[in-house]
């Protein structure tokens, strides 16, 4: 009786100490977020029909935009929109809202680190201050593999980013996702889109997250910091395959998809801080 009485103090708290503007923030993150995967997905897609584009991932979108017409003003917003999808992870992997597991909340908080640079590096070139070029995921491999124990550390790596990979995959495939969204509060084509775009994104991303710890694990087993590749080293690998365009051009519209479904999630996903609108 003690135990359910704390647990539920424990939540009024949470709800009191988490303002609504925090929760708009997060919702604009999501957003944001979807944004962000929408552009990789279209300059995939293109290259993949060959009319422009390239296989790049998040921080080469990110250079590509500040190329484009008011892309510095479209940088801040994703950048600041980023910030909140930050602020929430770490909301969900400090205050643990929804009652999960220690791995979970762990993988929130990693979630927000990732983020955290992505944010960072959006606002950086939106200042004219990210010139740098290379490959992120190289350094730091380098860096690890030169540690104690690296290749055990990014071999570990690459499994996380597998399993993570293949969770997405289920997820997807099972539609377990459809549990986030206040279904309630969504008409039939909300519904749809939310389960259409969710499905084919989250597949699509399970694909190329796999792709990617793949590359870790194969850095770990021959200590070379070269065969470590991002999301844009997978969809460059997935385009040198047999069909490789068709395969590229299908995962780039996943891509395309689970953007969609994370504006949409940003908008009707159970969020159980503040008021509730």
Do not use: C
């Not at 995921?137 to 104690?148: G, N």
């Not at 124990?149 to 993570?164: D, H, N, P």
């Not at 080293?233 to 996943?254: H, R």
């Amino acid at each position: 009786m003690s135990s359910s009485m704390t647990t539920s103090a424990q939540a009024q708290q949470t709800k009191e100490e988490i303002k609504p503007w925090i929760r708009r923030f997060g919702r604009f993150g999501y957003m944001a977020k979807g944004v962000v995967y929408g552009l990789v997905g279209v300059l995939a897609f293109m290259a993949a029909i060959g009319v422009g584009g390239k296989t790049t991932g998040t921080s080469g979108m990110l250079r590509t935009l500040a190329g484009v017409q008011f892309g510095e003003i479209l940088l801040w917003l994703v950048g600041i929109g980023l910030i909140g999808y930050v602020i929430w992870d770490f909301i969900k992997a400090i205050k643990n809202p929804q009652n999960k597991g220690a791995i979970s909340r762990i993988g929130y908080a990693v979630s927000g680190v990732i983020y955290g640079a992505l944010a960072f590096n959006a606002i950086k070139i939106a200042m004219n201050a990210g010139n740098s070029s290379g490959n992120s995921e190289q350094t730091l491999s380098a860096k690890l593999l030169s540690q104690p124990f690296g290749q055990w550390i990014v071999g570990a790596i690459g499994v996380i980013i597998i399993g993570y990979g293949l969770y997405e995959l289920y997820s997807g495939w099972s539609e377990r996702f459809m549990k986030q969204f206040k279904t309630g509060q969504m008409d039939r084509h909300e519904q749809k889109v939310a389960r259409k775009s969710g499905k084919m994104g989250l597949i699509s991303r399970g694909v190329v997250l796999g792709l990617i710890g793949f590359f870790f694990v194969q850095t770990a087993m021959t200590a070379n910091p070269d065969q470590a590749k991002g999301l844009d080293g997978a969809l460059s690998e997935l385009a040198q395959t047999p069909y490789g365009q068709w395969i590229l051009g299908v995962v780039a519209l996943g891509l395309i998809l689970y953007g969609i479904y994370q504006i949409i999630r940003g908008r009707h996903e159970h969020m159980s801080f503040g008021k509730i609108k």
